[in-house]
């Protein structure tokens, strides 16, 4: 199995932050990399897919990038709406493995 | 517009079934695979499998392999999963969710709203 690690596993940020998240695969797996934001209780809701593309209706402020084993995902001035738990995913290869979640806080 | 509506909260004993339904709508029903992901109390999302609606092919994670069956009804484009032998900790939030391509491999555009299954004795 492709195994995903995600960096920081919690970070504290405040409304105008720039906020950088890292997600890391055990293998190369293109850009077949996507990034999901989840609030609690609520399902998760996808960011940005194929490692860069923004699913349409999100804010231009989300943005992602990498290939290969690095992708990052990088909010560029935190909104309130933002405080969340992001995770990535990889579906290059079965079982579709996620990360293991960053969770965004207030400081 | 696209929606996946699940069927409500179940509590089963240890070594019972659960069967959890996820009912699509607003698209054709057969061009997308779909997939369940679980999330257990205060963890991450865990992919389970998923199935092409339109073949009922099904591909499940090994972590589940033997545990869990996943099927379609095309007539009322509902998808179900089954989990059997239940344990204390596949107590979760069972969630469907709609591949965004062909093949099974995009990422999941729409969910459904989550179905809680509660594992207790």
């Known amino acids: 199995d492709i195994q995903m690690t995600q960096s920081p596993s919690s970070l504290s940020a405040s409304v105008g932050d720039r906020v950088t998240i890292t997600c890391r695969a055990s293998?190369?797996?293109?850009?077949?990399l996507h990034w999901y934001q989840q609030k609690p209780g609520k399902a998760p809701k996808v960011l940005i897919y194929?490692?860069?593309t923004l699913q349409s209706g999100v804010p231009s402020r989300f943005s992602g990038s990498g290939s290969g084993t690095d992708f990052t995902l990088t909010i560029s001035s935190l909104h309130p709406e933002d405080f969340a738990t992001y995770y990535c995913?990889?579906?290059?290869?079965?079982?579709?493995?996620f990360g293991p979640g960053t969770k965004v806080d207030v400081k | 517009q696209v929606q996946l509506e699940q069927s409500g909260a179940d509590v089963k004993k240890p070594g019972a079934s659960v069967k959890v339904s996820c009912k699509a709508s607003?698209?054709?029903?057969?061009?997308?695979?779909v997939h369940w992901v679980r999330q257990a109390p205060g963890q991450g999302l865990e992919w389970m499998g998923t199935?092409?609606?339109?073949?009922?092919?099904?591909t499940y994670a090994q972590t589940f392999r033997g545990r869990v069956t996943v099927t379609t009804d095309t007539s009322s484009s509902t998808v179900y999963i089954e989990l059997s032998s239940l344990r204390d900790e596949d107590t979760a939030v069972y969630y469907c969710?709609?591949?965004?391509?062909?093949?099974?491999?995009?990422?999941?555009?729409?969910w459904g709203q989550g179905t809680l299954v509660t594992v207790s004795s």
């Open positions: 969710a709609r591949d965004a391509g062909g093949y099974g491999d995009r990422h999941l555009d729409y």
């Open positions: 607003g698209y054709t029903f057969t061009r997308f695979y």
């Open positions: 199935i092409n609606p339109s073949t009922s092919t099904t």
């Open positions: 293998q190369s797996i293109s850009t077949y």
């Open positions: 194929s490692a860069s």
């Open positions: 995913q990889q579906t290059y290869l079965t079982p579709r493995t």
